[in-house]
């Protein structure tokens, strides 16, 4: 199966500062997707990352806060900006990879104090 | 708004008994859907996922799937402890097209 390799897998940050995050896959894909799990919730949709486009937001995300590069086919980064302890949640990388379906990178556990 | 429900849970089985997930979706448009497992502190792992009406078996794992009722339902027979976890259903196309995710089932079986 498809691996993505994610980190760091978590962090401490002190608020007003950034972190990005790094997602890497062992395969080339097509579409990156950044998802953001607070704790006992599931998933929302942070934004769609394209290789050689800007990411698409959804309702309630924007670039000024979580900006997302999309370098190569392979790796993606999302940064969280200006972090506020509302942020302190798990950050996941997902990729469409074929007959493994969507697979998803092991997560990022950022605390924000 | 794309919606994907899900039974609230949590959610408690015997050992040994068939444990029933069921999801329902407000996007007539979505193509597939997905079953995801969590096990705290981990991320979702794939069991299976449908495109077709009717059932889709894998081992002890049966999907189901009715598009006309726009509802889904993952089926878990001879239920084990380690299929104690989270169930996360998700819609949406096909291959890189956003997913979106229900609220997720608490799973937990009794030995």
């Known amino acids: 199966s498809a691996v993505i390799s994610q980190k760091p897998s978590r962090d401490i940050c002190q608020r007003g500062t950034s972190l990005t995050i790094q997602c890497q896959v062992d395969?080339?894909?097509?579409?990156m997707f950044w998802y953001r799990q607070q704790p006992g919730q599931s998933l929302t949709l942070i934004a769609t990352a394209n290789q050689g486009s800007e990411a698409t937001y959804e309702s309630g995300f924007v670039i000024d806060k979580f900006p997302i590069s999309r370098p190569n086919l392979t790796f993606s980064t999302l940064t969280v900006s200006n972090m506020s302890p509302e942020d302190s949640s798990i950050y996941l990388c997902?990729?469409?990879?074929?007959?493994?379906?969507?697979?998803f990178g092991s997560g990022t556990r950022l605390t924000v104090v | 708004q794309k919606e994907v429900e899900q039974n609230s849970g949590p959610l408690s089985v015997p050992e040994g008994a068939i444990a029933s997930l069921n999801c329902t979706y407000s996007d007539r448009g979505s193509q597939s859907f997905f079953w995801y497992r969590q096990y705290s502190g981990k991320s979702p792992e794939l069991i299976m996922f449908i495109y077709s009406n009717g059932d889709k078996e894998d081992g002890r794992f049966t999907a189901q799937l009715n598009k006309a009722s726009q509802y889904v339902s993952l089926l878990i027979r001879d239920s084990q402890p380690s299929d104690s976890a989270t169930y996360l259903c998700?819609?949406?196309?096909?291959?890189?097209?956003?997913?979106?995710f229900g609220t997720g089932t608490r799973l937990t079986i009794i030995p």
């Open positions: 998700a819609g949406g196309g096909f291959g890189n097209e956003k997913l979106t």
């Open positions: 997902s990729a469409w990879t074929g007959s493994y379906g969507y697979t």
């Open positions: 395969s080339q894909v097509t579409m």
